[in-house]
């Protein structure tokens, strides 16, 4: 059973006064105030709008110190970034009056310069103006190397930041950094942090905060009941105006069916980030509206280049061309995933549609490895100087949803010309540790291996993934791929704001990719959302968060 609201907002300001944070505590009355006396334009609900999915239990509520990476998306409820994306992947202006531009000026014509204009009138929950100050903080917090923070990519740019006057921030870069402003304070890196909270400390790692944050957004933290919910309320002094929805629960339930189930029953009003294998169910719910959102989510076939057998790209091409991906794609997705080649989503400005599609085509597949020298053996798994070929597949069930189900069908594939596939499954805090931690990618402890990969806001750069100077430990190009006509390619890239010459050098590399094949995109993701018919206005967008825009959302029957 929920309780009332002046229940729930009582019992959490006594917690936050016995542990002190007396900051946090005059923003729970704040939004106690406004859901209990309904003056300030939030609308009272008989109960919170309740939702589940994402990833189940974040690690933290600061997205600065998190390693889970859908806490993104619930950060947009309190916390606030410089520049946000829109649902149609358009950058806007959000804390910046303005999104910087070499036309506007608020980028120098040398690319090395940067300048951001704050608005007035935003506070921190507790009260104080977000100032430049805050933002030059964050930035330093960043950078901080007692700060376990997850990449400092684009952040190592910076040469110089300086805050002239309260509402202005001025970036001098080392070099010209085309992604930078979607990196700083935008949709690709961190958000806005309270400096007047925070600056005292060494690092951020294991604060308080980091349980009951102060941000700047629609909504503040009111309560976080580990392994149960986290409950937001609306904030009566957000810049925007108070949310119409005057309260919010995420419901942490790992299981998906149960997701469902509670949308089913009305337990909860949203379903975020489905499940895809309950498409078929949730397709026959009553009442549950369904929306398929294009992200820059693609689903991908690893190849581990430095390995004696996969390093060859004859195997890697056969490979590639005996996986049935149009049949993986129903079975795994029930058809919301997108047919996609290279390293770039279809909705993105960078994808080129003339890329050449790698086709089903078995016959083939068998033709390339026997010219390999891969020669079926009379148990049908083929074999060369002695060796079998056999490929251990690197899973984490746990990390990714249907994993096992995708594994499976790859390894029929597989199986069809002579491949034999052994599915090695790994906890996700294994797979993906770095490599000083033995992660299994890392460390190129795998040959073949399947992983989702997002690249959060509208910026094409991946070059973490696949640039040669990005091998583990350096960087994330778990690959082991160094291709050099790509390379210069995507550095090349990083050195001009000029859209039309990165989308030429973005073309070069989607080329290298798929001729050399370190990956084989299996699909790019439709973000399924479920939700109740009593809620509008929900616009995901497809390079940022589900919750851009939560505080224009609105309930029936309140």
């Not at 596939?421 to 460390?443: C, E, F, H, N, R």
Request: proline share 7%; with cysteine; net charge negative.
């Amino acid at each position: 059973m929920w309780l009332s609201v002046s229940d729930t907002c009582h019992r959490a300001l006594r917690c936050v006064l016995r542990a002190g944070l007396g900051a946090v505590a005059f923003a729970v009355l704040c939004a106690c105030t406004t859901v209990s006396g309904g003056s300030s334009g939030a609308v009272s609900s008989a109960r919170p709008f309740v939702f589940t999915g994402l990833a189940g239990e974040p690690d933290s509520l600061n997205v600065l110190v998190s390693s889970s990476a859908d806490l993104y998306e619930l950060s947009h409820l309190y916390m606030s970034y410089l520049v946000e994306t829109n649902d149609r992947g358009q950058l806007i202006p959000e804390i910046a009056t303005g999104v910087p531009t070499v036309e506007d000026g608020g980028i120098s014509a040398d690319g090395r310069t940067i300048t951001y204009h704050l608005r007035h009138g935003v506070h921190w929950q507790d009260g104080p103006l977000l100032t430049s100050g805050d933002v030059v903080f964050s930035y330093r917090a960043q950078m901080n190397p007692a700060n376990n923070v997850s990449t400092r990519i684009g952040y190592s740019e910076v040469d110089v930041i300086r805050a002239p006057d309260d509402y202005t921030v001025v970036v001098h870069l080392r070099r010209p950094f085309s992604p930078f402003v979607t990196y700083f304070g935008g949709p690709q890196g961190y958000l806005i942090l309270p400096a007047h909270l925070l600056a005292k400390y060494s690092d951020l790692n294991h604060l308080p905060y980091n349980t009951r944050p102060v941000g700047s957004g629609p909504y503040t933290v009111v309560e976080w009941r580990r392994g149960d919910a986290v409950t937001f309320a609306a904030n009566p002094t957000y810049w925007r105006g108070a949310p119409h929805i005057a309260r919010m629960t995420y419901r942490i339930i790992p299981d998906p069916n149960t997701r469902l189930q509670q949308l089913q029953t009305g337990e909860a009003d949203a379903y975020f980030d489905v499940d895809p294998q309950l498409l078929p169910q949730l397709r026959a719910l009553s009442g549950v509206r369904l929306s398929l959102t294009p992200v820059n989510d693609l689903h991908v076939l690893e190849y581990n280049v430095a390995d004696g057998i996969v390093g060859d790209v004859r195997v890697r091409q056969a490979i590639a061309r005996a996986i049935d991906r149009r049949r993986l794609i129903e079975a795994a997705t029930h058809g919301s995933g997108l047919a996609s080649e290279g390293d770039q989503p279809r909705n993105g400005w960078a994808y080129d549609a003339n890329l050449p599609a790698i086709p089903y085509d078995p016959a083939a597949a068998r033709r390339i490895l026997d010219a390999a020298g891969w020669h079926v053996g009379p148990d049908g798994i083929r074999a060369k100087n002695g060796r079998r070929l056999d490929l251990g597949f690197a899973i984490s069930p746990q990390g990714i949803n249907g994993s096992t189900l995708v594994a499976t069908v790859v390894q029929r594939n597989l199986h069809d010309i002579g491949v034999d596939v052994t599915i090695k499954q790994y906890a996700p805090g294994l797979m993906w540790a770095p490599k000083a931690a033995g992660g299994i990618l890392a460390s190129g402890e795998y040959q073949l291996a399947y992983y989702a990969w997002w690249v959060l806001g509208p910026d094409p750069d991946d070059s973490f993934q696949f640039a040669c100077d990005q091998l583990p430990p350096a960087g994330l190009n778990d690959y082991f791929w160094c291709n050099r006509r790509a390379d210069a390619a995507m550095h090349a890239a990083l050195l001009t704001t000029d859209r039309a010459e990165r989308t030429r050098d973005y073309a070069v590399v989607q080329t290298e990719l798929i001729k050399d094949l370190p990956e084989l995109t299996l699909w790019q993701v439709q973000m399924p959302n479920a939700y109740r018919q009593r809620l509008h206005g929900l616009a995901p967008s497809p390079f940022g968060s589900v919750f851009w825009n939560a505080w224009q959302w609105t309930l029936d029957g309140d």
